[in-house]
Each structure stands twice: as C-alpha cells, then as structure tokens.
C-alpha cells in the first residue's frame, strides 16, 4: 500500500504524560499537513511542511505541541504533558509538488487521555 | 479566515432515493471546494473537487456537486443513493492562495436497504 501511514493507530496515556505520533506520507509528496478531528467534528488544521520547512502553524498547536519532519519525508507530531482536552484523532496528510491541492489522508491516530 | 457549514448533521434516506447535501462556506476570495467521503473504519477519501470552469463537478461513485458563487455554496448531490453509500461527508474549503483545509462539521448518511 502506498498511501499515507500513521503510527500507532491507538495510543492511551494518562494526563501528564508526553506522546508522539509519527506520519509517513506518500512517497514523493513533499507537502505534509496534520489535523487534529474531534467527536462529531470535521478535522481542523493544526500545521504544514512544505519539505522540512514548517511553513504555517494553527492557533490550535499550543506550546505543547511540536511538529517536525527533519529530513523532508516522514513527520512526528509531540504532545507533551497531555490534557484529557488533547483526547482526539490526529490526522496526516500529503499532497504532491504537482497537484498541491489533493490532499491524500492517513488513517489517523485516536489519542485517548485518561 | 474561512468557515463551512454543512446543516444536516445525520440523514437516512432508503436505498434508490435521491439526495443533496447542504453545503455553504464563508470567505471573501477565490476558493477551491471539496467533499470527502469517509466510510466506517476507513481513512477520509477526496469524493470530488472544485477549482475552476464548469460549476457543475462530477466525482467518484456517481456523486456531483454544483458550485453557485452568488450563494457560497457547493452543494453535493447523488441521483440515487445505494446501502454502500452510508458514510460520513465532509465539505472542505481552502483558499486559492493557501493551503490548510477548512472542513465542515459532517454529516453522517446511513442508507436502508
């Protein structure tokens, strides 16, 4: 399968402790989002690679989030010091240099914090 | 900044029904329009898209959406719904010059056989 991966698919901490996701896009595509989808929601946008460059940021990624995508392929998304609030899924993205605007979604990773 | 609204947040529509999801945005510029399919267990998928020319798109499954400027809306449409389609449905917009996705609240579909 060549589509967008995410790692894990589930993950449970308690509050207080630090998680980290990780994001795998298609290959080749150079641009990377994340969202972050809550219980009856639509997903909304936290942040944007363009290679490694972390080019816009939403509101939404508090201090205790911080994304990275040190060589330009896969990504990882930290939480630190989790709140019962950071309970969601958080989605990844990809999109290609050539048709930037289809965005391509990985299955996502369900965070609960207990 | 840009907003959607999708109003019906749960349908049930019998199999070979016909249907129309409401979807209106809010943004002053150009803008591409999306709606995104997402069936149980199953990661979001691009339904159809909208960027320019005829208002009237057709995308996968027999889905269309027509797009009126004049009422910000892109409203997604299906002639006759099947049971396979029950689904959640997702407008998304973006602005022509950006790049992050603005998606509706959803709106879950069950078909009854």
């Known amino acids: 399968d060549t589509g967008v991966s995410q790692d894990p698919r589930h993950k449970i901490t308690k509050r207080g402790q630090n998680v980290t996701f990780r994001c795998d896009p298609i290959?080749?595509?150079?641009?990377l989002y994340w969202y972050r989808q809550t219980l009856g929601q639509g997903p909304e946008f936290l942040t944007y690679f363009q290679n490694e460059a972390q080019l816009e940021k939403s509101r939404l990624l508090s201090d205790r989030f911080s994304a990275e995508r040190p060589k330009g392929s896969f990504s990882t998304l930290e939480i630190q010091r989790t709140e019962q609030g950071d309970s969601a899924m958080y989605l990844c993205a990809s999109s290609s240099r050539l048709v930037t605007y289809e965005q391509y979604f990985g299955p996502g990773t369900r965070l609960t914090v207990t | 900044a840009q907003s959607v609204s999708q109003h019906n947040h749960h349908v049930i529509l019998s199999e070979a029904a016909s249907l129309e999801l409401g979807c209106n945005y809010s943004?002053?510029?150009?803008?591409?329009l999306f709606w995104y399919v997402q069936y149980p267990g199953q990661h979001l998928q691009l339904l159809l898209k909208y960027f320019s020319g005829d208002p009237l798109v057709k995308g996968i499954k027999g889905f269309e959406a027509e797009f009126i400027k004049s009422k910000f809306s892109f409203n997604l449409r299906k002639p006759s719904v099947q049971w396979s389609d029950t689904a959640e449905y997702f407008c998304a917009v973006k602005a022509n010059a950006g790049n992050m996705l603005t998606f509706g609240g959803g709106t879950r579909l069950m078909v009854k056989p």
């Open positions: 290959s080749e595509h150079n641009r």
């Open positions: 943004y002053g510029g150009t803008v591409n």
